[in-house]
C-alpha cells in the first residue's frame, strides 16, 4: 500500500497538477480569458507549491510507514494547497468568459471551454475536497484505501484530467476543421452527460459504500471494512449494480463526443457556420 500511494501521489503532484495548470494559464492567455500576470501568478504557484513541498506533500501517504501525526499533517497540508492556483485559474476565466462570450469568436470555442472550466469545478471537487478528506491523520487512520479513496480518484482523475484532455481535443479539433461547426446539441448532451453520469457513480455507489466502510473501519477496525465477508455483503451487491445508472450515462456521453469527433473529422459541412 505505502509503495503505490508514494508512487501515484509522486506521479500526480510532480506533474499533472503543474502540467494541467501551465497548460491552461498558456491557452486561457491565449484566449484572452485571463491576465498574463495572473496566469504567471498561478504557475509560478503551482511550480513553486511542487519544487518546495512535492515531496513533503506525500507525507501523508506515509501513515503506512508508521510516520508521526505531525509529519502526516504537514503532507495533507502541502497536497491540499496544491489544488488552489487551477481553481482560482478557472474561476477567473470563467467571470471572463460570462462578460465576452456574446463576441462570435468566442461561441465558436464554447465547447472547448466548457471543458477547461470543468476542470477546475472537478479539480477543486475531486482533488480539493474529496482529496482532502481522506487526507488528514485521522482520516487516513480510519478510511484510506477504503471506498472514500475511490471517490477522490474517480472525480479528481476523470473530472481534472478526462476533461483536460476533451478540452486539447476540441481546441484542436476547431482549429483544424475551422469550418465545420460543432453540434451544439450533441456537445451539450455529451458534456452533461458525462458530468451526470461521474456525479451518480459518485453519490449512488461509491461514494456511500465509502461511508458504510468508513463507519465499520471507526467501529470495528481497517482489516474488517476491507475483509471479503463485509465487501461481499447483499446491500455492496446492490450499491455496485445501482452504479450501473451512472455507468449508462457516462457512457452515453463518451458516444455523443465521439460522434462528435467522427464527424468533425471525416464529414464535409454542407455550409460553414460558427
Not at 189 to 194: A, D, E, H, R, T
Request: charged content about 10%.
Amino acid at each position: 500500500e505505502y509503495w503505490r500511494w508514494w508512487v501515484v501521489h509522486l506521479w500526480v503532484e510532480g506533474f499533472f497538477e503543474v502540467f494541467s495548470v501551465a497548460a491552461l494559464s498558456f491557452i486561457f492567455v491565449s484566449l484572452g480569458l485571463v491576465s498574463r500576470r495572473t496566469a504567471t501568478v498561478a504557475t509560478i504557484t503551482e511550480a513553486a507549491l511542487f519544487l518546495i513541498g512535492g515531496i513533503p506533500g506525500t507525507f501523508h501517504h506515509l501513515y503506512f510507514a508508521g510516520a508521526t501525526t505531525p509529519i502526516i499533517a504537514v503532507g495533507a497540508s502541502f497536497s491540499a494547497l496544491e489544488v488552489v492556483p487551477l481553481v482560482l485559474l478557472g474561476h477567473e476565466a470563467w467571470e471572463h468568459w460570462e462578460m465576452k462570450q456574446k463576441a462570435p469568436w468566442m461561441d465558436r470555442l464554447k465547447w472547448p471551454i466548457y471543458c477547461f472550466v470543468a476542470v477546475a469545478f472537478w479539480n477543486m471537487l475531486g482533488a480539493g475536497v474529496f482529496g482532502f478528506l481522506i487526507n488528514p491523520p485521522i482520516s487516513l487512520y480510519y478510511i484510506q484505501g477504503l471506498n472514500t479513496t475511490a471517490v477522490h480518484a474517480h472525480a479528481a482523475l476523470f473530472g481534472v484530467y478526462g476533461f483536460l484532455a476533451l478540452g486539447f481535443v476540441f481546441l484542436i479539433a476547431r482549429y483544424l476543421r475551422p469550418n465545420t461547426p460543432f453540434n451544439d446539441k450533441l456537445m451539450k448532451w455529451g458534456f452533461w452527460l458525462l458530468n451526470g453520469g461521474l456525479v451518480l457513480m459518485i453519490v449512488s455507489s461509491l461514494l456511500p459504500i465509502g461511508i458504510i466502510q468508513g463507519y465499520a473501519s471507526i467501529s470495528e477496525g481497517l482489516w474488517y471494512a476491507r475483509s471479503e465477508e463485509f465487501m461481499q455483503q447483499p446491500l455492496f451487491d446492490t450499491l455496485r449494480w445501482v452504479r450501473l445508472v451512472g455507468d449508462v450515462v457516462f457512457i452515453f456521453g463518451a458516444l455523443a463526443f465521439f460522434w462528435q469527433i467522427f464527424t468533425m473529422v471525416f464529414f464535409k459541412p454542407k455550409h460553414a457556420t460558427n
